[in-house]
Nanobody, 123 residues
Framework: QVQLVESGGGLVQAGGSLRLSCAYS????????MDWFRQAPGKEREFVAA???????YYADSVKGRFTISRDNAKNTVYLQMNSLKPEDTAVYYC?????????????????WGKGTLVTVSS
């Protein structure tokens, strides 16, 4: 059974930084791509960033150049470093695992989800 647990959310001022972590329990973490999604109040869940099994990355245009996704296969953990945060980044951030080693970017392609961590950016 795979479980994903996010941490690191909180309240930060615009322009600040946060680092989210997602701890993965279960076998074969290193065999799969991992994703971050987010959902703001009243909006649909949207793709933020993904990392393939071998470290390739892909970002939504809205976070490119500000956010960095990384993974530590020895620790079964994926990270999201968020810099230059904006009020529009306020959302619940979810970690997710897809079906394959390669990157996928739509929620329907995710198999496992964490419960999310709230990020609030004040202006």
């Amino acid at each position: 059974q795979v479980q994903l647990v996010e941490s690191g959310g909180g309240l930060v001022q615009a322009g600040g930084s946060l680092r989210l972590s997602c701890a993965y329990s279960g076998r074969t973490f290193s065999n799969y791509a991992m994703d971050w999604f987010r959902q703001a109040p009243g909006k649909e869940r949207e793709f933020v960033a993904a990392i393939s099994w071998n470290g390739g990355t892909y970002y939504a245009d809205s976070v490119k150049g500000r956010f960095t996704i990384s993974r530590d296969n020895a620790k079964n953990t994926v990270y999201l470093q968020m810099n230059s945060l904006k009020p529009e980044d306020t959302a619940v951030y979810y970690c997710a695992r897809g079906r394959a080693p390669s990157i996928a970017t739509i929620p329907e392609d995710m198999v496992y989800w964490g419960k999310g961590t709230l990020v609030t950016v004040s202006s």
